[in-house]
């Protein structure tokens, strides 16, 4: 089949022959379908003829598209325009020649087009020149295309195949988003246009909204005209927000992954993450979210061991065979990896005597019984050089399990219609109405086949139905996933056996080996998380999520939840290994502490969090509650508990939490508290390091102006300072020293409407000003609350000011805090500065009660979807305004904050 392979840096056919091998997987792949591919390799020496694949994309360097010298990527009914120096898209025309970004470099809406367009400055961004772009690798079926800012603190990777391309977001100097700003179809028609996001959720372009794309992260853009869509992906899921909304009505679209916006700020921050875009024939959901996922989703892959290997020498054997303890009934397999010259041939021994026809490089025996128990297993393998033998392998046979039964899941819960996410090792997942997940307990094991074969062993459930709302046939089950949370990757049981009308209890039995998908799963590896899922009497979810239910309509009609739900159960999942007796179900017990909580030290100002483990066999539900040096804390009810940034007099407090159930409590040990100093979040701040003419983490800026910047000794405290000699000023000079990317500090952050305290010691050689300003440092004209004069004299002097950040709505690591002396510095002068600290303000808490408010603000009339701006007269505790807000009719929605203004 067609593949190409991109080798690796520093590639050497002798001493390195590593590298990439691209093929794409065509037609259509069953589901609960594995593929097999096979890569074969020559001998030494041998004489072969290059191997033609007809390009499905190629490559076109110094196209002019738009202003600027750009690549061209033509792939099957896609063109991309990929600006050199702007690090980005500013055309995607598809077969038609429609552009579906249609950038233009002119003053108005066609200059914002573009994708990815990441941050503010023109970072990625058509018509800007942030960046240099290099071709990585170019082939018939993959180019990778290299964009790099000149410091080297942005880069990004493209990855071109023939549907789709994919970025890599391999560095960022600040927090970023990804955007496709652009026209579906070649004009932008916001009546007629639409938008489909991963739940089927269809909307008109004209319609704007804000959320956070749920498990699966991307959205489609369809021109019904054409027939066609563009599509954009996010690989990894999260929980930041994710927003559209049409510019100026019908421009272009604002399409943004990690983007809140008045003013937009991304609120992505990690490396690497991946995003893909593409466009596809059609707009029918079901195919193109087939699509989407085939493009933008990791596939698993599992890597062979070497089937063969051609070389001059004796059987090496890579593999030897594992022991195995199965129970009886249950066939052992040994295998082993050989390499060596061929033909290679096997002979499996048991005991030392040959197995007649066991002549592969894997054996499965016959069914074992209790006189198995401790034979040895190996293999002899040979070719034309020699013979070698592996190690034994040995084999045991156990009869009983009785102490083995594995308890998958034990839980009292409410099935209703609330949707949470429940957290996993893969991101999220959306539980609630008809499918309800759960992560498998800590204890239950990677393995079901070895050293306990549960695989083949029996699933008992119990089901307590303790409320149930109406009689309508409900149908209960339990489904177990592995890698991913996808249709081929999961088991499910039988739901027919758990069928019931009213409240009671039911059980049921099957083998494991009967599960749905059984196949499917490898059940020698790791399983991922379990969901209990509702169906009606004819197996349709019971849920209002056409998702989920699949258009199809359950008893009772799809709008009249009210008949299923909420449902108080508590369901038991035991499975029995073969020979294991009779379930044994777990018994109501008081809970205990499997894992106490932890010492924690961390800064005034910050927080810390502490968190128990209860044991497994406490029954549910379990309930905490947290307590400070003996007093209960109001909210602290589950097994984790984050203080508040942190004072001065919680240092050395206890922390400690009751567990209870209805059987009883149990308290944990106490957790100690300890507290450090506030942080600095400026680098360097006595200039003690760095060279006399050069300051780590710091830099000089002069415009119409001279000046020396120096390290002298001494300081104000310490044995350093920094010098600014002036030695020329013009018209409008701007002299500064300064820091950016405050703070350096990779686990730190400055955060939003939070008061910041800023001190430094400073004097000049003449007693003229300096100013200090804090603001973004991609846009300097955007200041995060800090404009401070200090009025110098010509001794050292320590200078405090206070203030509160503006202009960011969630953490950023991109402030520019700048010492600026053009508007007061004079040639001669020389300006001394040392001891920069910006340090998180920590107050005591407020023991004053607010007094009674006696002007209440009057209600308003608004309108569902619009925005509501709260403004304070001095600084609130946001949770708590957030909380005494009040909607009539109840609503959703969601808060921000700029300054004393609640959005």
Same mark, same amino acid.
């Given at each position: 089949?067609?593949?190409?392979?991109?080798?690796?840096?520093?590639?050497?056919?002798?001493?390195?022959?590593?590298?990439?091998?691209?093929?794409?997987?065509?037609?259509?792949?069953?589901?609960?379908?594995?593929?097999?591919?096979?890569?074969?390799?020559?001998?030494?020496?041998?004489?072969?003829?290059?191997?033609?694949?007809?390009?499905?994309?190629?490559?076109?360097?110094?196209?002019?598209?738009?202003?600027?010298?750009?690549?061209?990527?033509?792939?099957?009914?896609?063109?991309?325009?990929?600006?050199?120096?702007?690090?980005?898209?500013?055309?995607?025309?598809?077969?038609?020649?429609?552009?579906?970004?249609?950038?233009?470099?002119?003053?108005?809406?066609?200059?914002?087009?573009?994708?990815?367009?990441?941050?503010?400055?023109?970072?990625?961004?058509?018509?800007?020149?942030?960046?240099?772009?290099?071709?990585?690798?170019?082939?018939?079926?993959?180019?990778?295309?290299?964009?790099?800012?000149?410091?080297?603190?942005?880069?990004?990777?493209?990855?071109?195949?023939?549907?789709?391309?994919?970025?890599?977001?391999?560095?960022?100097?600040?927090?970023?988003?990804?955007?496709?700003?652009?026209?579906?179809?070649?004009?932008?028609?916001?009546?007629?246009?639409?938008?489909?996001?991963?739940?089927?959720?269809?909307?008109?372009?004209?319609?704007?909204?804000?959320? /956070?794309?749920?498990?699966?992260?991307?959205?489609?853009?369809?021109?019904?005209?054409?027939?066609?869509?563009?599509?954009?992906?996010?690989?990894?899921?999260?929980?930041?927000?994710?927003?559209?909304?049409?510019?100026?009505?019908?421009?272009?679209?604002?399409?943004?992954?990690?983007?809140?916006?008045?003013?937009?700020?991304?609120?992505?921050?990690?490396?690497?993450?991946?995003?893909?875009?593409?466009?596809?024939?059609?707009?029918?959901?079901?195919?193109?979210?087939?699509?989407?996922?085939?493009?933008?989703?990791?596939?698993?892959?599992?890597?062979?061991?070497?089937?063969?290997?051609?070389?001059?020498?004796?059987?090496?054997?890579?593999?030897?065979?594992?022991?195995?303890?199965?129970?009886?009934? =249950?066939?052992?397999?040994?295998?082993?990896?050989?390499?060596?010259?061929?033909?290679?041939?096997?002979?499996?021994?048991?005991?030392?005597?040959?197995?007649?026809?066991?002549?592969?490089?894997?054996?499965?025996?016959?069914?074992?019984?209790?006189?198995?128990?401790?034979?040895?297993?190996?293999?002899?393998?040979?070719?034309?050089?020699?013979?070698?033998?592996?190690?034994?392998?040995?084999?045991?046979?156990?009869?009983?399990?009785?102490?083995?039964?594995?308890?998958?899941?034990? =839980?009292?819960?409410?099935?209703?219609? =609330?949707?949470?996410?429940?957290?996993?090792?893969?991101?999220?997942?959306?539980?609630?109405?008809?499918?309800?997940?759960?992560?498998?307990?800590?204890?239950?094991?990677?393995?079901?086949?070895?050293?306990?074969?549960?695989?083949?062993?029996?699933?008992?459930?119990?089901?307590?139905?303790?409320?149930?709302?109406?009689?309508?046939?409900?149908?209960?089950?339990?489904?177990?996933?592995?890698?991913?949370?996808?249709?081929?990757?999961?088991?499910?049981?039988?739901?027919?056996?758990?069928?019931?009308?009213?409240?009671?209890?039911?059980?049921?039995?099957?083998?494991?080996?009967?599960?749905?998908?059984?196949?499917?799963?490898?059940?020698?590896?790791?399983?991922?998380?379990?969901?209990?899922?509702?169906?009606?009497?004819?197996?349709?979810?019971?849920?209002?999520?056409?998702?989920?239910?699949?258009?199809?309509?359950?008893?009772?009609?799809?709008?009249?939840?009210?008949?299923?739900?909420?449902?108080?159960?508590?369901?038991?999942?035991?499975?029995?290994?073969?020979?294991?007796?009779?379930?044994?179900?777990?018994?109501?017990?008081?809970?205990?502490?499997?894992?106490?909580?932890?010492?924690?030290?961390?800064?005034?100002?910050?927080?810390?969090?502490?968190?128990?483990?209860?044991?497994?066999?406490?029954?549910?539900?379990?309930?905490?509650?947290?307590?400070?040096?003996?007093?209960?804390?109001?909210?602290?009810?589950?097994?984790?508990?984050?203080?508040?940034?942190?004072?001065?007099?919680?240092?050395?407090?206890?922390?400690?939490?009751?567990?209870?159930?209805?059987?009883?409590?149990?308290?944990?040990?106490?957790?100690?508290?300890?507290?450090?100093?506030?942080?600095?979040?400026?680098?360097?701040?006595?200039?003690?390091?760095?060279?006399?003419?050069?300051?780590?983490?710091?830099?000089?800026?002069?415009?119409?102006?001279?000046?020396?910047?120096?390290?002298?000794?001494?300081?104000?405290?310490?044995?350093?300072?920094?010098?600014?000699?002036?030695?020329?000023?013009?018209?409008?000079?701007?002299?500064?020293?300064?820091?950016?990317?405050?703070?350096? /500090?990779? =686990?730190?952050?400055?955060?939003?409407?939070?008061?910041?305290?800023?001190?430094?010691?400073?004097?000049?050689?003449?007693?003229?000003?300096?100013?200090?300003?804090?603001?973004?440092?991609?846009?300097?004209?955007?200041?995060?609350?800090?404009?401070?004069?200090?009025?110098?004299?010509?001794?050292?002097?320590?200078?405090?000011?206070?203030?509160?950040?503006?202009?960011?709505?969630?953490?950023?690591?991109?402030?520019?805090?700048?010492?600026?002396?053009?508007?007061?510095?004079?040639?001669?002068?020389?300006?001394?500065?040392?001891?920069?600290?910006?340090?998180?303000?920590?107050?005591?808490?407020?023991?004053?009660?607010?007094?009674?408010?006696?002007?209440?603000?009057?209600?308003?009339?608004?309108?569902?979807?619009?925005?509501?701006?709260?403004?304070?007269?001095?600084?609130?505790?946001?949770?708590?305004?957030?909380?005494?807000?009040?909607?009539?009719?109840?609503?959703?929605?969601?808060?921000?904050?700029?300054?004393?203004?609640?959005?």
């Amino acid at each position: 089949m067609p593949f190409q392979f991109d080798k690796d840096t520093g590639f050497n056919a002798v001493t390195k022959a590593s590298g990439t091998v691209v093929f794409i997987m065509t037609g259509t792949t069953p589901a609960n379908t594995n593929r097999y591919y096979q890569v074969y390799f020559g001998l030494t020496g041998g004489s072969y003829s290059t191997r033609s694949v007809t390009p499905q994309l190629t490559l076109t360097d110094n196209i002019t598209d738009e202003g600027q010298s750009s690549f061209r990527i033509a792939a099957n009914g896609s063109t991309y325009y990929f600006q050199k120096q702007a690090g980005g898209f500013s055309s995607l025309v598809d077969s038609s020649g429609n552009d579906w970004i249609s950038y233009a470099p002119i003053a108005g809406s066609a200059e914002f087009r573009g994708i990815p367009n990441v941050a503010a400055g023109g970072i990625f961004h058509p018509g800007f020149t942030c960046c240099t772009s290099s071709v990585v690798t170019q082939g018939p079926l993959k180019i990778r295309v290299r964009a790099v800012s000149p410091d080297g603190k942005w880069e990004s990777l493209w990855d071109f195949y023939p549907g789709y391309a994919t970025m890599t977001m391999v560095k960022a100097a600040t927090s970023y988003f990804f955007l496709y700003e652009g026209t579906p179809g070649g004009v932008m028609e916001p009546n007629k246009d639409f938008m489909v996001r991963p739940d089927n959720t269809k909307t008109l372009l004209s319609e704007s909204w804000t959320n /956070d794309l749920d498990a699966q992260e991307w959205a489609y853009f369809s021109d019904p005209a054409e027939n066609r869509s563009l599509f954009a992906a996010h690989r990894e899921d999260d929980t930041l927000q994710d927003t559209y909304w049409p510019f100026n009505t019908n421009v272009l679209t604002v399409f943004g992954f990690g983007r809140s916006d008045n003013p937009a700020t991304g609120l992505l921050s990690s490396v690497p993450q991946h995003y893909t875009i593409g466009l596809m024939n059609g707009t029918d959901f079901a195919q193109n979210a087939r699509t989407v996922y085939s493009a933008y989703k990791d596939l698993g892959i599992t890597k062979g061991g070497i089937e063969q290997y051609d070389s001059v020498m004796l059987p090496t054997i890579m593999q030897q065979p594992s022991d195995s303890i199965v129970v009886p009934g =249950v066939s052992p397999t040994f295998s082993v990896t050989v390499t060596g010259q061929l033909p290679l041939s096997y002979q499996w021994q048991k005991n030392g005597t040959d197995i007649p026809g066991a002549t592969n490089a894997s054996y499965t025996a016959p069914p074992a019984t209790a006189p198995d128990n401790g034979s040895v297993y190996q293999v002899a393998v040979t070719n034309v050089i020699g013979r070698v033998t592996s190690v034994p392998a040995h084999l045991t046979v156990v009869s009983g399990y009785s102490n083995n039964q594995l308890v998958v899941l034990d =839980v009292n819960y409410e099935h209703n219609t =609330v949707i949470t996410k429940v957290p996993y090792s893969g991101g999220y997942a959306t539980s609630g109405k008809s499918s309800s997940f759960f992560n498998f307990p800590s204890y239950v094991p990677d393995n079901f086949r070895s050293p306990i074969d549960y695989a083949h062993g029996t699933l008992y459930q119990r089901l307590e139905v303790q409320t149930k709302p109406s009689s309508k046939m409900a149908k209960y089950q339990i489904c177990m996933f592995q890698t991913t949370i996808t249709t081929a990757m999961h088991a499910c049981a039988n739901r027919d056996l758990l069928a019931f009308t009213s409240t009671g209890t039911y059980y049921a039995t099957q083998p494991m080996t009967s599960l749905f998908q059984y196949g499917n799963l490898n059940w020698t590896q790791k399983l991922l998380i379990m969901m209990l899922d509702i169906t009606d009497k004819n197996g349709v979810l019971i849920d209002d999520r056409t998702a989920y239910n699949f258009n199809n309509t359950w008893d009772g009609g799809n709008t009249n939840l009210g008949l299923y739900y909420p449902m108080q159960v508590r369901y038991t999942a035991v499975i029995v290994p073969p020979g294991g007796g009779a379930p044994i179900w777990p018994v109501d017990t008081p809970p205990g502490i499997a894992t106490q909580p932890a010492n924690a030290i961390t800064a005034i100002g910050d927080t810390a969090t502490f968190s128990v483990a209860a044991t497994s066999t406490g029954t549910a539900p379990l309930h905490y509650q947290w307590q400070k040096n003996g007093v209960n804390i109001d909210g602290a009810y589950s097994s984790s508990y984050t203080i508040p940034p942190a004072i001065a007099a919680d240092n050395l407090s206890v922390y400690r939490v009751v567990v209870s159930n209805e059987l009883g409590s149990v308290t944990s040990n106490g957790a100690v508290l300890t507290l450090v100093p506030s942080i600095n979040l400026i680098q360097n701040p006595g200039f003690e390091a760095g060279s006399s003419t050069s300051l780590t983490n710091w830099a000089k800026y002069q415009l119409n102006a001279g000046v020396a910047l120096s390290k002298v000794t001494p300081g104000y405290d310490g044995t350093s300072a920094a010098k600014l000699a002036i030695t020329s000023v013009g018209t409008n000079p701007d002299i500064q020293l300064y820091q950016t990317a405050v703070p350096l /500090d990779p =686990v730190r952050y400055l955060e939003p409407n939070t008061r910041y305290r800023l001190r430094f010691a400073a004097y000049s050689s003449t007693g003229h000003d300096m100013t200090v300003k804090l603001v973004r440092a991609s846009s300097l004209a955007t200041s995060y609350g800090l404009d401070y004069t200090a009025n110098l004299s010509t001794s050292w002097q320590v200078f405090t000011t206070e203030f509160n950040t503006t202009n960011f709505t969630s953490k950023v690591k991109d402030g520019r805090l700048q010492l600026r002396l053009g508007s007061f510095a004079k040639v001669g002068d020389s300006y001394f500065i040392d001891n920069v600290s910006l340090e998180k303000v920590i107050a005591a808490p407020d023991t004053v009660a607010p007094s009674v408010i006696g002007n209440t603000p009057t209600g308003t009339n608004v309108s569902y979807g619009s925005q509501i701006t709260v403004t304070f007269d001095e600084s609130m505790n946001q949770s708590s305004a957030e909380s005494a807000f009040s909607i009539i009719p109840a609503t959703t929605g969601s808060f921000s904050w700029n300054g004393n203004n609640m959005i």
